[in-house]
């Protein structure tokens, strides 16, 4: 899934969540099935995933967030821009985002 | 403590993690309410006892066009606890709401109408759906919660039914 993630595409949430940062968590309301759920449908990122959610505006490429990021941490690109495909994999397969123009 | 479902990065919140402040509530019931989806939740507390009880599965859907009419249960944050409440209105004075438990003694005082964050439509126990008697009836509860005679009633059968509990 992983592989699917162009590297060169840039990612933003989709219109099927509700995302809020709220006490220093990002979390996740999906709302493909017509309601937002509390019970076991909430979702929240961890620290790198919170770092990489705030960059997915939607304009930025894969490979131009995961260079931001590598700065930011002091990590290899190479590295982060796996961690960054990872991710969206996992977003992708909720419908948390979707690839944008 | 369950495992998280997903990845390290993303995981799914689970209900033995630390719960959020009634303001975070707020405002993640009030983003999904304002993108027109209905939000679930599981209920906390006895206010609202027998209709809702403690753990019941709440669904509450936005207000729309229709504003929230007397005898209907509201979703609403108090106004000085800042936390999220789901009580029966039992009144409208002067564009302000009137809300109360259905078990509660004290009621919430009055609540502006941009507080009222949408109506309960479905209350779910056991995965069965429970009656929570709106509509004509409860416009009859909302009178009676408004003269108090309901929840005094109420306290009065719960003790009658220990004494005689005790008894046998």
């Known amino acids: 899934m992983e592989d699917l993630i162009k590297r060169d595409a840039a990612y933003g949430p989709s219109g099927d969540i509700v995302a809020r940062e709220i006490e220093g968590e990002v979390v996740i309301v999906p709302l493909a099935s017509g309601v937002g759920d509390m019970e076991g449908e909430l979702y929240t990122l961890n620290e790198t995933g919170r770092a990489i959610w705030r960059k997915l505006d939607g304009t930025k490429k894969v490979r131009e967030i995961a260079a931001e990021l590598s700065e930011e941490f002091e990590a290899p690109p190479e590295v982060l821009e796996a961690d960054v495909a990872g991710l969206l994999a996992e977003l992708l397969k909720r419908k948390m985002v979707a690839e944008k123009e | 403590m369950s495992e998280p479902k997903t990845g390290p990065a993303l995981r799914v919140r689970t209900v033995a993690e630390p719960p959020f402040s009634g303001e975070a509530v707020a405002e993640l019931i009030r983003a999904v309410l304002d993108r027109g989806k209905a939000f679930r939740f599981r209920?906390?507390?006895?206010?609202?006892?027998?209709?809702?009880?403690?753990?019941?599965?709440?669904?509450?859907?936005?207000?729309?066009?229709?504003?929230?009419?007397?005898?209907?249960?509201?979703?609403?944050?108090?106004?000085?606890?800042?936390?999220?409440?789901?009580?029966?209105?039992?009144?409208?004075?002067?564009?302000?709401?009137?809300?109360?438990?259905?078990?509660?003694?004290?009621?919430?005082?009055?609540?502006?109408?941009?507080?009222?964050?949408?109506?309960?439509?479905?209350?779910?126990?056991?995965?069965?759906?429970?009656?929570?008697?709106?509509?004509?009836?409860?416009?009859?509860?909302?009178?009676?919660?408004?003269?108090?005679?309901?929840?005094?009633?109420?306290?009065?059968?719960?003790?009658?039914?220990?004494?005689?509990?005790?008894?046998?």
């Open chain 2, 43 to 168: 209920a906390l507390g006895l206010s609202m006892s027998p209709f809702i009880k403690d753990g019941d599965v709440i669904t509450v859907a936005p207000l729309g066009a229709a504003p929230p009419r007397t005898g209907e249960i509201a979703t609403f944050v108090h106004s000085v606890s800042g936390k999220v409440r789901v009580h029966r209105i039992v009144g409208v004075e002067r564009g302000r709401y009137l809300l109360k438990g259905d078990n509660a003694l004290e009621s919430d005082g009055e609540v502006p109408a941009e507080h009222i964050l949408g109506r309960v439509i479905r209350v779910e126990r056991g995965g069965r759906r429970v009656w929570t008697g709106q509509g004509l009836a409860g416009a009859a509860i909302a009178r009676a919660l408004r003269s108090g005679w309901l929840v005094r009633g109420l306290r009065r059968a719960a003790r009658t039914f220990r004494r005689e509990k005790k008894g046998t």
